[in-house]
Every structure is written in C-alpha cells, then in structure tokens.
C-alpha cells in the first residue's frame, strides 16, 4: 500500500510535467537523417537514454535486451521487418510491458498501411513530417494513460494474472479517468485467468458506460469459449456493422461460422477481412486452410502464396502455408512445384516435426494425383521414422499422419498413434469425437471405439494412482508418480494440473524448494503453452507465487528501483 500511496502521488505530479530526461527511448528508423531529427528532439525534451536501431533486426536484438518506455518505430524500414512486424513480434513475445509507450511512425496514409499497423495496436499513429510540438503533444496524451498501469507490469510480467487484476481495480478506485483502459487490461486479465464470468462483468461495465465495440466483441469471445456459437456470430456481425474496420472481429466471426461447420460462409467472411487488410500472415493462412478445404484451389492458391510473402520477415512465418500450397499443387497435378515447395519448407524449418510433416504432406499429393505406389512408399518412411523417434508429433499433426497411414494401408502405428492422442486428451470429448471419425473412415469403427475406451481408463488409472497418493500424505511417492506420468502423456491438462498442485502441495507442508519450485513452474508454463487461458494455470502460479521467499521482500526490491 506504501508503493501505491507513492506512485499515485507521482501520478499526481505527472499530470502538470513529466521528466521526460529519466525515461529509456528506442528510435527505429532505416534513415540516418529522420533519426538524428527524432533524436534532437527528444533531447529538446531532456530526454538523454535513447537507443537508435537502422532495421528490424537491430531493434529486435534491442527490444529482447532491454525495457524501454518508449518507442518510436517507422512502419516501412526497408529490407527485412517492417514496423507492423516488430509491434507484432513483441505482442507476440510480451516483450512490452503494459505501460510501455509505442508510437508508430510513417510517411504511409494508405488504408492498407495504417489497418495493418492498428491490428497490433500501438498506441499512436504518427504521420511524417512530425513537429516537436505534435510529438510532444502525443507522448503526453498517451503517457499520461498509460502509466497507471505501471504498478500492474511486476506482475503481468510474472504471468500473476490475479494479482494484475486486482492491482487494476485499486487504480480505478483512484484513478476514475482511467476507468475504461484499466476495465479494458481486466477483462483481458480475466480471460488469461480462465475467468470468463469476471471478463463478462468488465465488459458490461464498460458497456454501462459506452458503446465500446472491443467490449462488444470482448462479450462475443466469451459467448464462444461457452460453445454459443450462434450467439457470438451474431455479435461480431453486429460489431462489424457498426465497424467495418474491426478486424479481429471478421477473424472471430470466422471461426464462429467454422465452429458451427459452415466452412463457405467462414470462407467468405476470411476472403473480405483479407480485401480490407491482406498483410495479415494468420488471415491470409486461414483463408487458404478454409478454401482448401472447399475444394476451392484458386483462391487458396491466392492466400498461401501471399501468406508466404507476407509472412518473410513475421513472427508469425509458419510451414503451414507451403505445406498447404504443396497440397493445392498435388491438387492440380503440379507434382514438380509440389515436391519444390516440400523441398523449401525443410530447409526454412530445419526441425524433425516439419521433416515429418512434409513428408505426410509428400504422401498426401502422391495419394491425391492417384500415384499410389509412391503414396505408399512415403507411408512406409513416415513409419520408419515413426518408430526411430521417442516424442510423438502435435496432436494434429497425429491425426493428420494416421488418416494417410490408414489410407496407404499401415494399421499398427497408426493405431498407436491415435491411442496416445486418446490418452492425452482423455477428457476431451470433441477430439475423441473427431479420432472416432478417422477409425470410422478406416472401416475400424468397433476397434475404434474399444480402443478409446481403453486408452481413457489408463490415462485415468495413472491419474487417479497419483492424486491418491498426494490425498493419503506420501508427498514424495506422489510427486515421483506424477513426473512418471508427465513423461508417459507430456500433454494431459490434468495430469499437467495435478501434478503443479502436488508440487505446491508438498512445499506447502513440507517447506519451499528451489528445484521443485522451478518444476512446478516449468510444468504449468507447459500447460499455457499447450492450452492457454486455463483457470487453473493462473490460481496454482498465484499459489506458487506466494511460496517463493522472494514475494516476501517485493515492495523492498520496487523501492529500492
């Protein structure tokens, strides 16, 4: 309470001056000229940390270096990332903290220019030639804004979901003018807690208030974590009708349509978001997915070839449109640029998952063209390497490898395959639905169905051993069961949970441990990695967080900064 009476008064004091000469700057821009210029005048603003970065590879290496509170980014920067690239690589990376201010600057008026950059939502959009007192002028404005949410960047940083969520109810008890953002970093707190029924009430609250379209849309996420799929399609086409420039709002009204399996109108919904603002690499890889999946190679053509160019210098480049423009070839006969592509994507992704994903893909184009002697040979090295690797691929990837294994006529991996993403996913009931299909397509339905029976009661036995082990006291027995178990299903939310709870359990009765402690983390940093937003993963890291001697000392370590 000492460190929040002190920073609200400094807020106070903030509102008439900011000592803008204590702050940390980065300039990114790729001319020499315009960074000099926007270097002097932060220095007429006594600003005296200021990095500079010529391209978007320099300003990376900086930004994973170093905290900085604010940041001038040129959108175009020549070869290499642009400034849409880098805003989105750090969102990506949470490489800023919340109170960060990112101003994107650019000579571009173009719609297609400022919509790309406004996805990844800086904090302004500043048009060349900038005057010292327009920079002024915003920095002020948005630094103003944003520094409420200085307390909250320890434990946003921390994953502390929680505890960032309270800290954004006191500042709105302080601070009413920042009433809408704080409820706005709530109800994205809450959601990432695995609390929707809080997100909810952020955002009618804000909605009491005003019609905020993100809240609008906020709700329709909600509505679709809930399985309400009708009812969120019609609140994101209520939103876009109110904004036609609401992007993120066409790509959930995608995946609503997609979700109630109107895969055309799920195409068409894609295929106008991409007119709009078509340098979206995750877009544009979506609408190609969808349109393959209609059968519609024109178009899917179109958006994985413009995902591949787009996508050179993001974040979020992926092997998925090669490998999906590899199908489209297969689909066209183009045999030769298929096993190109296949050929290009490992050496740009040089990892065992992609080798073996190109090479399901290689047997899938082969199947496809009717060249079943090849397709066959392709599934008998994918069993190969099958049976030289002891980690099993991604659980699409899984089932993906088992439909061309059963198709090319290889019963026994596959059927191994499809047992470990069973036991993995125990209880989800979609998934299983979705492996029932594939053994159905096989002609294996009663073998199907047997074999997920089976596999579900020893995913459940092995739970079950160590969760009564951790209930009957023997701590130790537990939490050497449960890191048997993690290494038999490395992918089971429940195993993963349970396990994090042991850990935590043990330390609680039987004293923190550093190595355990560092266990429980590395597991439910799994668990979010695997499936995030679990309300689970952001009670047990506040629980873990409480252990650590550390949290004790906190507001003496954030005085001493």
């Not at 650019?106 to 030639?129: C, F, N, R, W």
């Not at 809240?215 to 086409?237: K, P, S, V, Y």
């Not at 009661?457 to 701590?475: F, P, R």
């Not at 506040?542 to 954030?558: I, N, W």
């Amino acid at each position: 309470m000492i460190e929040t009476a002190k920073l609200n008064a400094s807020l106070a004091t903030s509102a008439q001056h900011v000592d803008w000469s204590s702050k940390h700057y980065l300039i990114v821009d790729d001319f020499v000229g315009v960074r000099q210029l926007m270097r002097e005048s932060l220095r007429n603003l006594g600003a005296k940390n200021i990095d500079q970065a010529a391209s978007g590879g320099e300003a990376m290496a900086l930004l994973l270096r170093s905290r900085y509170d604010v940041v001038l980014c040129d959108f175009n920067l020549g070869e290499g990332k642009n400034g849409q690239q880098i805003l989105e690589e750090v969102r990506v990376r949470n490489l800023l903290m919340p109170s960060c201010v990112w101003l994107m600057v650019s000579a571009e008026k173009s719609t297609e220019s400022v919509m790309g950059a406004a996805e990844h939502q800086p904090d302004a959009y500043l048009i060349k030639p900038i005057t010292e007192g327009v920079l002024l002028t915003r920095l002020n404005r948005v630094w103003h804004k944003k520094q409420v949410f200085r307390q909250i960047d320890q434990a946003y940083g921390e994953k502390d979901f929680l505890r960032a969520a309270r800290m954004c109810d006191e500042q709105i008890a302080l601070h009413k003018v920042h009433e809408i953002d704080l409820l706005r970093m709530k109800a994205a707190l809450m959601l990432k807690s695995g609390e929707p029924g809080k997100a909810r009430e952020a955002y009618e609250r804000v909605l009491q208030e005003r019609e905020y379209q993100w809240a609008r849309a906020g709700l329709a996420r909600i509505r679709m974590a809930n399985g309400e799929f009708e009812q969120a399609r019609q609140i994101f086409q209520a939103v876009i009708a109110e904004n036609r420039y609401y992007m993120d709002a066409y790509d959930q009204l995608a995946q609503a349509h997609n979700a109630m399996g109107q895969t055309e109108e799920a195409c068409n919904v894609l295929e106008r978001a991409a007119k709009l603002s078509p340098n979206s690499v995750t877009r544009q890889r979506a609408l190609g997915e969808v349109s393959l999946k209609l059968g519609n190679m024109g178009m899917a053509e179109k958006a994985f070839r413009k995902c591949i160019a787009i996508g050179e210098f993001s974040v979020m480049k992926s092997a998925d449109p090669y490998l999906g423009l590899a199908r489209v070839c297969g689909q066209k006969n183009d045999t030769k640029e298929a096993l190109q592509l296949l050929a290009l994507v490992q050496k740009e992704f040089t990892t065992d998952q992609i080798r073996l994903r190109a090479k399901i893909t290689e047997g899938m184009v082969y199947h496809e063209s009717g060249d079943f002697r090849r397709a066959r040979l392709a599934g008998n090295e994918l069993d190969e390497m099958l049976a030289d690797s002891a980690e099993r691929p991604d659980i699409p990837v899984c089932i993906e490898l088992a439909t061309l294994l059963f198709a090319v006529g290889v019963k026994e991996s596959p059927v191994e395959l499809l047992c470990y993403v069973i036991r993995n996913n125990h209880d989800n009931s979609l998934l299983l639905d979705e492996v029932q299909r594939v053994f159905d397509k096989a002609r294996m339905s009663e073998e199907g169905y047997a074999l997920i029976k089976s596999s579900k009661k020893e995913a459940t036995d092995m739970m079950n051993e160590g969760v009564s082990l951790w209930k009957t006291g023997k701590l130790p027995e537990a939490v050497a069961w449960m890191r048997q178990a993690r290494a038999s299903l490395p992918n089971n939310l429940r195993i993963l949970f349970n396990s994090a709870q042991i850990l935590i359990s043990h330390m609680q009765q039987l004293g923190y441990d550093e190595a355990l402690s560092n266990e429980a983390t590395e597991v439910l940093l799994h668990v979010d990695k695997v499936q995030p937003g679990q309300q689970r993963f952001a009670q047990l890291m506040e629980q873990l967080a409480s252990l650590c001697p550390r949290a004790k000392t906190g507001d003496d370590q954030s005085q001493a900064a």
